[in-house]
């Protein structure tokens, strides 16, 4: 069984479409995150959720709307897709709220080119 | 403010041969620090982590790392390198829970190449 699984693996959109992820982990972990891997492989955290509660947003554009239906679920809504998000979006979930005890348990990624 | 630092972006090394992959870092107080791996398309994989107790920790797939206090690294670790140990390798440090951010740093990834 993946521990932390993302669809789609892969994605290719046209400038202005809107488009969403999906992550969902069966570890019973609390907190889940969404980072984004540039092409030189810098990786950015974009969001965390624990519990179903978004406890972390950094400077990202409000295009991009996390959602946590429950707390095994965070899927990622981008809005008006531009040139400059492609790159490659990593979910990931720890047993602690704040992935410095137990690291992290990441998915496989998406990766989205926008042309 | 936290950061960590892989000075180097690509390690090469001779199957059979020790390895080594370097990061340093800095924080406010005793760091969390973090080795993972990633294998190309594949998301990151924990390695192994240094909290507390002995400077030398052991993690998966026989990589260890040395935790240096008054030299601020933690590099990682190998006796004898393997084909299969080429990827991607990141470092990521964390301050402790009195102060700092609680979301991991990472730095910018070593790529290691082992040569058969």
């Known amino acids: 069984d993946t521990a932390v699984s993302q669809t789609p693996k892969y994605l290719v959109t046209q400038m202005g479409n809107d488009k969403s992820i999906k992550c969902e982990q069966n570890?019973?972990?609390?907190?889940m995150y969404w980072y984004k891997q540039d092409s030189k492989k810098f990786l950015k955290i974009m969001f965390s959720?624990?519990?179903?509660?978004?406890?972390i947003n950094e400077t990202v554009p409000n295009r991009f709307s996390p959602k946590s239906p429950d707390k095994a679920h965070l899927n990622l809504h981008i809005n008006s897709l531009e040139l400059g998000d492609s790159a490659v979006y990593f979910c990931?979930?720890?047993?602690?709220?704040?992935?410095?005890?137990?690291?992290?348990?990441f998915g496989s990624g998406t990766r989205l080119t926008v042309v | 403010a936290q950061s960590v630092a892989q000075p180097e972006d690509q390690v090469n090394v001779a199957e059979g041969n020790p390895l080594t992959v370097k990061c340093t870092y800095s924080?406010?107080?005793?760091?969390?620090l973090f080795w993972y791996v990633q294998y190309p398309n594949r998301g990151l994989q924990f390695l192994l982590k240094?909290?507390?107790?002995?400077?030398l920790v052991k993690g998966s797939y026989g990589f260890e790392a040395e935790f240096n206090k008054s030299q601020t690294s933690f590099h990682l670790k190998k006796p004898s390198a393997l084909v299969s140990d080429s990827a991607l390798y990141f470092c990521?440090?964390?301050?402790?829970?009195?102060?700092?951010?609680?979301?991991?740093?990472f730095g910018r990834g070593t790529s290691l190449i082992v040569h058969p």
């Open positions: 990931a979930s720890s047993q602690d709220g704040t992935a410095g005890y137990y690291g992290y348990t």
């Open positions: 570890l019973g972990h609390d907190t």
């Open positions: 959720y624990n519990n179903k509660e978004l406890i």
């Open positions: 990521a440090v964390r301050a402790p829970a009195s102060g700092g951010s609680y979301i991991p740093t």
């Open positions: 240094y909290i507390t107790g002995d400077n």
């Open positions: 924080v406010s107080g005793n760091p969390y």
